[in-house]
């Protein structure tokens, strides 16, 4: 007896492997699949604003890193101490005016160069839900906690959305012509927006992409919402997806849009993150010492045969603690 539905979906034209190069951006649910990517040592570079969650936003984060934008003095404004700016993440906010500005244009300037040769874009959105700042007529990604009465809640329209979407793809592939554009909405309620709007702006989202052309779309949403379906499957806030559903899609992205060859590789790779966050009862018995020298050899094995692999960080891990 079947007690859970079946998402039918393709899988990516282009799989992803260890050459390629990832971006991924948009809402928080992208940073957990960025966490599994990277983990699994693939190439990848996420959020050059940080998290951002409405399609406007995330369209000014991908036009900025396309154009090099270079921000200046004067886009950012004082508030609460901190330096910030309307278009990024308090993650780039600091008291050192010149920390924050120079901060955002290094990121904006590595992803630049990244997006330029990169394989896939893996773009989330999050809410169609948009704050306008009424005085300067701009739509933020962040607020900052400043006062609710400089802004004005909009629920984007359909064709709003889906033109500034389009707009965006179009120069991202005139910029990277082979880049192939995956995108997917995030699980996560909004449920300060309120129940009924939350299901208003994940629809919109919803009909917004679908009706783009040349993308592929990951059901992260649905797999959450359709086959998980059950709140033990979120965190205490009965908001957010737990652990379990997050490696649960994680398990769908892999067979959907990885390349199958990885698999082996990424096994490998497994077996060293975990050896790397072992905590042992007695660190210097011979056991411990022995699995550490083991686990420096695999990696050893694996850089030469994979030189493209990152395991500089894992390598001298194993070697420093295994010559104690």
């Not at 282009?14 to 699994?40: D, Q």
């Not at 369209?59 to 004067?74: L, N, S």
């Not at 994680?250 to 497994?270: A, G, R, T, Y």
Request: some cysteine; hydrophobic content about 35%.
């Amino acid at each position: 007896m079947n007690f859970t539905l079946n998402i039918d979906f393709p899988k990516l034209n282009k799989p992803i492997n260890y050459t390629n190069k990832i971006v991924l951006l948009g809402s928080c649910f992208t940073e957990h699949i960025t966490h599994f990517l990277h983990r699994a040592k693939f190439k990848t570079m996420q959020n050059s604003h940080g998290i951002v969650f409405n399609p406007l936003s995330v369209c000014k984060a991908i036009d900025d890193v396309i154009e090099c934008k270079a921000y200046k003095e004067t886009d950012l404004f004082l508030l609460n101490e901190y330096w910030n700016s309307w278009y990024h993440h308090t993650d780039f906010s600091y008291r050192d005016k010149s920390k924050t500005l120079d901060r955002i244009i290094q990121e904006i300037k590595l992803q630049h160069e990244f997006l330029k040769t990169a394989d896939t874009l893996f773009i989330t959105l999050g809410s169609a839900f948009a704050y306008n700042l009424i005085e300067q007529n701009i739509y933020v990604s962040n607020n900052h906690r400043a006062p609710s009465q400089w802004f004005r809640k909009e629920l984007l329209s359909i064709e709003t959305i889906s033109t500034s979407l389009e707009n965006t793809l179009s120069n991202l592939k005139k910029f990277n012509p082979t880049i192939q554009v995956v995108f997917t909405i995030s699980p996560v309620r909004h449920i300060r927006d309120g129940v009924i709007e939350n299901n208003r702006s994940k629809a919109r989202l919803l009909e917004a992409v679908h009706s783009l052309e040349n993308i592929y779309y990951f059901p992260s949403y649905e797999l959450v919402i359709d086959i998980l379906r059950d709140y033990r499957f979120y965190d205490m806030d009965m908001v957010h997806p737990n652990y379990q559903a997050t490696a649960y899609v994680w398990e769908q992205f892999v067979s959907h849009c990885i390349d199958p060859n990885c698999l082996p590789l990424m096994k490998q790779l497994e077996q060293i993150y975990k050896a790397r966050h072992h905590r042992s009862k007695d660190t210097g018995s011979e056991a411990h010492l022995t699995f550490l020298q083991d686990h420096l050899e695999l990696c050893n094995e694996l850089k030469h045969n994979y030189p493209y692999l990152d395991l500089e960080e894992d390598i001298d891990y194993f070697s420093t603690h295994s010559s104690r």
